[in-house]
């Protein structure tokens, strides 16, 4: 079993910055792409960045230029730093990593989600 645990969301002001962690624990043979994802109620998740195990990186238009993605792999975390936040921001954000259990046994997680509000 692989877990996730979530942390960093909060309240903010528009402008401001917050950073997000996720870790992985567990039965981890490898990680192929720790990503974060947002959603509002009623809408569909959506990516806002991820980063594979080559350090690759991908993020959504709306956050190119403000939002970092990163990761320790030794730790297993993945990191999203949000600077100059806007209140069109506010979502749930929620971690998702995907790997193997074993050589060939492939595992997709997702975190609990954590919620960022921007105040304007």
């Known amino acids: 079993q692989v877990q996730l645990v979530e942390s960093g969301g909060g309240l903010v002001q528009a402008g401001g910055s917050l950073k997000l962690s996720c870790a992985a624990s567990g039965t981890i043979f490898s990680i192929n792409s720790m990503g974060w994802y947002r959603q509002a109620p009623g809408k569909q998740r959506e990516l806002v960045a991820v980063i594979t195990s080559d350090g690759s990186t991908n993020y959504a238009d709306s956050v190119k230029g403000r939002f970092a993605n990163s990761r320790d792999n030794a730790k297993n975390i993945v990191y999203l730093q949000m600077n100059s936040l806007k209140p069109e921001d506010t979502d749930g954000y929620y971690c998702?990593?995907?790997?193997?259990?074993?050589?060939?046994?492939?595992?997709?997680?997702w975190g609990q989600g954590t919620q960022v509000t921007v105040s304007s």
């Open positions: 998702n990593v995907v790997g193997y259990y074993s050589e060939y046994n492939q595992f997709g997680m």
